[in-house]
């Protein structure tokens, strides 16, 4: 443990870093919601935070190497901060949607900032046990901070200082518990075309994966509003099928390790589509069936990216786990821009429970082509198959935290 110990401050500041924006998320919908901001505007902000997201995790590098991880750190906090302010002095749908923006450049620069600086001061003897420390915090970080909307509520100006008070705080950890400023990291090779070719199912299942994953975070909140939940079990609906993602997945990537890695992500995804539709004909709008079943859901959709990523990595080389985990990223980013305008767009034409018919409507897309591939392509013998890793999307840099020993190949978990 006393070689973990340096690392604390920085696992304090992801966990603040990871709250604060899971709550953002969340209250950006209730209280767009609540002025009057139609679905598909809220789903267009969902659509903004990925594509910025997506251009943060392309130039970080650049900025880190220009400036260092201090600097880079202190600026993004400082401009995502002072943004959570300017979202409650400026109601408007296009000041929201552009700082939703730059919210997902400056997040998806500090949790590679983060990852960057955590990879670099962790040994090889203490990667699983980090790994393990940093998916506890993210669960419980980001769980935790959504019940922070019902105490202050999501109206008036406390609860967005209450946010931008925890990026600050973020600031604190990382200036005074590390006095290094490590090397900044090489940048990520990015080689879409080489990965496709190595798992197009791999591929297709992070897209799939971030279109209704993207949905679900974003409009969620706005599915349970609209069906008469009050704002504690709005928050609660959100939270419970994220903490089902993160108990079930695990079971599911110890029986994908002996079985057809593509069997179970069939399995997988036919449970996330019968979940969602059970979630429009079933669930009405009593709170507790929405609560069970979305449970179920987010116990099968969320662990579908480990799943999909980890087929893929199946098929690569023993060198290329990161090359193949941040193009996969990537891949997830592309659909998750195009996931939450998709979806609030069906929602706004169709009623709330829409949502879901849209995502097992993607499922369903899904579940052809891993037929189809199972059909034609043999499965990866066991004796190729590397362990199950549950790989978060918090930016490229998690794959080399990932990686197994220090080197490029498969990840042990």
């Known amino acids: 443990m006393s070689s973990v110990r340096p690392l604390i401050p920085l696992l304090i500041a992801a966990g603040i870093l990871l709250g604060g924006n899971g709550l953002q998320g969340t209250l950006i919908a209730l209280r767009g919601a609540s002025e009057g901001f139609s679905s598909s505007t809220i789903g267009f902000m969902g659509t903004a935070y990925f594509a ?17 991880h201090v600097r880079s750190f202190s ?16 109601i408007d749908p296009v000041m929201w949607s552009a700082v939703r923006f730059a919210s997902g450049f400056c997040f ?31 669960i419980g970080s980001v769980t935790g901070a959504q019940f922070l909307i019902p105490v202050f509520g999501p109206d008036g100006f406390a609860i967005f200082a209450i946010m931008s008070i925890l990026i600050t705080l973020s600031l604190v950890p990382v200036s005074l518990g590390d006095r290094s400023n490590p090397t900044p990291p090489e940048s990520v090779k990015l080689d879409l075309a080489r990965v496709w070719r190595i798992s197009p199912l791999g591929c297709i299942g992070c897209i799939a994966v971030g279109v209704t994953n993207s949905s679900f975070r974003t409009l969620s909140p706005v599915y349970a509003e609209q069906i008469g939940m009050n704002v504690t079990d709005v928050v609660t609906f959100v939270s419970v099928g994220i903490i089902g993602g993160a108990i079930i997945q695990y079971p599911l990537g110890y029986l994908s390790d002996i079985w057809d890695r593509r069997m179970v ?19 009405g709008s009593d709170a507790l069936t929405n609560f069970v079943i979305v449970f179920v859901f987010g116990s099968f959709a969320m662990p579908l990216f480990s799943l999909s990523a980890a087929h893929a990595n199946d098929r690569a080389g023993k060198d290329e786990f990161v090359l193949v985990n941040a193009a996969l990223m990537l891949f ?21 429970h829409s949502l879901f018919i ?6 369903a897309v899904l579940i052809f ?14 004796s190729k198959r590397g362990r199950f890793i549950a790989l978060l999307r918090t930016s490229p840099i998690f794959a080399r935290l990932a990686r ?10």
């Open 332 to 352: 997830y980013s592309f659909g998750a821009i195009g996931g939450p305008i998709s979806a609030s767009w069906v929602m706004q034409n169709f009623g709330p």
């Open 404 to 413: 197994r020993n220090g080197g490029g190949d498969k990840p042990a978990d």
């Open 369 to 382: 082509i891993i037929l189809y591939r199972m059909l034609v392509r043999s499965a990866v013998p066991a």
């Open 265 to 283: 992500l069939l399995l997988t995804t036919i449970g996330a589509l019968a979940s969602a539709l059970a979630l429009v004909f079933f669930a």
């Open 52 to 68: 910025g997201f997506l251009l943060g995790c392309v130039f970080i590098t650049r900025i880190l190497k220009a400036v260092g």
């Open 75 to 90: 600026a993004l906090a400082a401009i995502a901060s002072a943004g959570t302010l300017l979202l409650v002095l400026v």
């Open 108 to 138: 998806a620069g500090l949790f590679t900032i983060m990852e960057s600086w955590l990879n670099s001061g962790v040994s090889n003897h203490d990667r699983a046990r980090v790994l393990a420390l940093y998916r506890i915090i993210d």
């Open 358 to 363: 849209f995502s097992a409507l993607v499922y």
